[in-house]
């Protein structure tokens, strides 16, 4: 009998509800599917999720799906919200990067069915999963579930802080913004994400995101909230971002071409997923 390959997907978001809520959807999702998953949570918060679930009845109902942890170097006690966000941004990066390289170390030496995933699903500003998989030969998709206009904007943070209409303080919010290029004149001030109103142009977080929003052009497929009606000129515009040229490369702008329809979009992401375990 012929042995087919099951697709293994890990998922690693950025530790904040917001951001873990709708990845474990599509983790579901795809575990739904016959996928194997791999779900990374942070240390902090599994402990929280174990305390909060009953885990037994979870992989009952999934059985091809596993959570795992890795430190966000925080003591248990830290806030890790509001003021204190930057703390968690800065030490994701600098301590849960290596650890997420042992752990896909760890998966690669394990005999068991969860071995090194076939591709890996990032949060778009946990980028540092992209420099860990190009070791191991992985593709991986970024994930954000904010829109294309929105994404783009990111993009040209570092052109906003040029042209010095990044930061600015709490007044004139109605001034246009010119010089974000399919966008002129049709953004203003307060259209802007909130970091760009922090005091000075190398403040870490502001800092962080556009490095972040760089970084995620190397990855090889993105997903996206969008509609081809809405947004399909920003989503063209978008792709002359892609630096990668393998069978994921334009996941972005093919999900999108059959109406926008979420059961469609998951079907070709399924499709995309099961061809490289080919």
């Known amino acids: 009998m012929e042995h087919t390959h099951v ?78 966000v930057i703390d968690l941004l800065c030490s994701t990066r600098a301590v849960s990067k ?57 993009f040209h943070l570092s052109k906003l802080i040029e042209e010095g209409e990044v930061p600015f303080p709490d007044e004139n919010l109605e001034k246009p913004i010119s010089c974000i290029p399919g966008l002129e004149n049709v953004l203003r001030r307060r259209d ?25 052009t190397r990855a090889s497929g993105l997903i996206l909230n969008t509609f081809n009606e809405i947004e399909a000129p920003m989503i063209t515009r978008l792709d002359q971002f892609r630096a990668s040229s393998d069978k994921l490369s334009r996941l972005a702008c093919d999900s999108i071409k059959e109406g926008g329809s979420s059961c469609i979009n998951l079907e070709k992401l399924i499709q995309d997923i099961k061809s490289l375990s080919s």
């Open 98 to 154: 290596p650890a997420f390289r042992e752990l896909l170390i760890s998966l690669k030496e394990e005999k068991g069915p969860f071995q090194l995933p076939t591709c890996i699903i990032a949060d778009g500003i946990m980028c540092f999963a992209i420099d860990v998989a190009e070791e191991f030969e992985i593709p991986t998709i970024t994930f954000r579930t904010f829109s294309a206009y929105c994404l783009w904007t990111y």
């Open 192 to 216: 802007l994400p909130g970091i760009c109103r922090f005091e000075t142009a190398d403040d870490p977080v502001l800092q962080f995101f556009v490095k972040e929003t760089s970084a995620f």
């Open 7 to 84: 697709p293994h997907v890990l998922f690693l978001p950025f530790p904040a509800q917001g951001h873990i809520k709708p990845m474990l959807n599509l983790a579901e999702l795809l575990s739904h599917e016959g996928f194997q998953v791999t779900f990374i949570n942070s240390d902090h918060n599994h402990d929280r999720l174990l305390h909060n679930i009953d885990i037994s009845s979870f992989y009952n109902r999934f059985p091809k799906f596993q959570f795992r942890s890795i430190p966000d170097g925080l003591t248990p006690d830290h806030p890790r919200f509001g003021l204190y």
